[in-house]
Each structure stands twice: as structure tokens, then as C-alpha cells.
């Protein structure tokens, strides 16, 4: 079992950029997935982008356009989520999760372990 901690949320205006932080712990930290979801209250989570400890190999949606950044540290087993032009219908609930064993990243399935999850809201 891995344990996820995120930070870095933030209010933000419009326009505005933010790094999300989400640090793993336990021993398979090193050898995850680990991938970035947000939600809107009352919908569902939707996948934004994700990338393996290992060997940095990352995944994107589709639908991030460029404004979404996956980074790591490995030294702390850690991945930094970059937002940047963020918008007022952006989701405002960034959670965190791993995963070591599944076909696709992009599906919130194959992750067992979540963070608590952090907030950017975005003002207009």
C-alpha cells in the first residue's frame, strides 16, 4: 500500500498558474504509477495526466491542451502536477493516486491508493 499526501491548492485567479505536489510513501512508492484526477462536486472524477516512478514515462488526456505539466522527484518519490491559464470552469478538486498493476493509467480503476485531494478554486 502506498500513502499519497498532496499540497500546493490554492485559490487562483483566472489566467493564473498553480504546481500541485502529491508525495508517496510506503515500500512500492518507487515502482508506481502515480496520476493526477480532478472533479467537480457532484460529478465524476476525470482523469488529467500521469506518470511511472520508474522511468518517467507520463500519459496525458486528451483534453488537457497543453496547459498540464507531469513532473517528478524521484529522490522524493514525488510528481508535480504544473497548471497553467487556469480557467473558471476548471474542475476545483485535484486528488492524487497510485497504482502498480493494470492495463490503462487513465482510468481510475487501476488505482488502488488516493490522496485526500487539494483545492485550486479559480476566481473570475
Known amino acids: 500500500q502506498v500513502q499519497l499526501v498532496e499540497s500546493g491548492g490554492r485559490l487562483v485567479q483566472a489566467g493564473g498558474s498553480v504546481t500541485l505536489s502529491c508525495a508517496a510513501s510506503?515500500?512500492?512508492?518507487?515502482?508506481?504509477?502515480m496520476g493526477w484526477f480532478r472533479q467537480t462536486p457532484g460529478r465524476e472524477r476525470e482523469f488529467v495526466a500521469a506518470?511511472?516512478?520508474?522511468?518517467?514515462?507520463?500519459y496525458y488526456a486528451d483534453s488537457v491542451n497543453g496547459r498540464f505539466t507531469i513532473s517528478r522527484d524521484n529522490a522524493n518519490y514525488t510528481v508535480y502536477l504544473q497548471i497553467n491559464n487556469l480557467k473558471a470552469e476548471d474542475p476545483p478538486v485535484y486528488s492524487c493516486a497510485a497504482g502498480l498493476k493494470g492495463r490503462d493509467p487513465r482510468i481510475k480503476s487501476f488505482y488502488p491508493s488516493w490522496g485526500k485531494g487539494t483545492q485550486v478554486p479559480v476566481s473570475s
Open positions: 510506503g515500500h512500492s512508492a518507487s515502482r508506481v504509477v
Open positions: 506518470l511511472r516512478v520508474s522511468d518517467g514515462n507520463k
